[in-house]
T-cell receptor, first 117, second 114 residues
């Protein structure tokens, strides 16, 4: 069982609020990821990190920001939430792949369902 | 453009029956293909991972096949159970970057009725 945690599981907030979605993993993985998923749609990568002090933007443009001060912790912050941010946010982590042909299995957290009114 | 297409979009079967889900991809250069199961409101959980040289892999009642020549994969579920009701997502990884970029399908929503 993968040990990756996300809190809160559900969040309903008003427009303009600042929020932070928490993600922690106890597997010592260097790589961590944030995905956004709308109902019936594919996951879209919004942020990733190779390790401490490393953060990169993913394929889908997002107004959120992330930080990676500790290996196990990868929080995502929205400075001013809007209804368009309503979605499910999934955090994942992975071990380093063994070369470019190696398998890079990602373990997912349970997700945070965010609703902005 | 790297894409992953899944069919059918949704499927309803009776408990105890078998079913097969399809995945076609255009991702290149190919590294591996994985099938995930995602229960409603949860994160995806890996079922199988196959590299280029593997053409079949089983995990209990789940059997995945891969044809790297035609870029097709299938997931066969045997003797379905109510707990199999979930979205099944096909994910393909490329080997063109150190990130191990993943390309996700939209999933097949499987419902198993008693």
């Amino acid at each position: 069982e993968a040990d990756i945690y996300q809190t809160p599981r559900y969040l309903v907030i008003g427009t303009g609020k600042k929020i932070t979605l928490e993600c922690s993993q106890t597997m010592g993985h260097d790589k961590m990821y944030w995905y956004q998923q709308d109902p019936g749609m594919e996951l879209h990568l919004i942020h990733y990190s190779y390790g401490v002090n490393s953060t990169e933007k993913g394929d889908l443009s997002s107004e959120s920001t992330v930080s990676r001060i500790r290996t196990e912790h990868f929080p995502l912050t929205l400075e001013s939430a809007r209804p368009s941010h309503t979605s499910q946010y999934l955090c994942a982590s992975s071990e380093p792949s063994s070369g470019t042909g190696g398998v890079n299995e990602q373990f997912f957290g349970p997700g945070t369902r965010l609703t902005v009114l | 453009k790297n894409q992953v297409e899944q069919s059918p979009q949704s499927l309803i079967i009776l408990e105890g029956k078998n079913c097969t889900l399809q995945c076609n991809y255009t991702v290149s250069p190919f590294s591996n293909l994985r099938w995930y199961k995602q229960d409603t409101g949860r994160g995806p959980v890996s079922l199988t991972i196959m590299t280029f040289s593997e053409n079949t892999k089983s995990n209990g009642r789940y059997t995945a096949t891969l044809d790297a020549d035609t870029k097709q994969s299938s997931l066969h579920i045997t003797a379905s159970q109510l707990s199999d009701s979930a979205s099944y997502i096909c994910v393909v990884s490329d080997r063109g970057s150190t990130l191990g970029r993943l390309y996700f399908g939209r999933g097949t929503q499987l419902t198993v009725w008693p």
